[in-house]
């Protein structure tokens, strides 16, 4: 063996350590899923608002459209 031998004492410290790059490889994975989930709802609320004013759009231009037939011809 080259020099890295573990006394039984040591197990402990060894688990918690091996524990703790465990937790910490997990926490990384969960922050970048978390990441794409968020840039998927960014995207999602971008759509929404853009269908929101699409719609407001049309509701718009109907009224204009009603209000341009409604006002007699000047003459």
């Known amino acids: 063996m ?3 031998r573990v006394l039984p004492g040591d197990w402990a410290s060894h688990r918690i350590d091996a524990q703790e790059r465990i937790m910490a490889l997990q926490f990384g994975q969960v922050e970048k899923r978390l990441e794409r989930i968020e840039a998927m709802i960014g995207g999602l609320e971008k759509r929404l608002w853009m269908s929101l004013y699409g ?5 718009v231009a109907q009224a204009v459209q009603s209000l341009i ?3 007699p011809k000047g003459g």
């Open 2 to 4: 080259d020099g890295a």
């Open 55 to 59: 719609v407001a759009g049309v509701v």
């Open 69 to 71: 037939e409604f006002v």
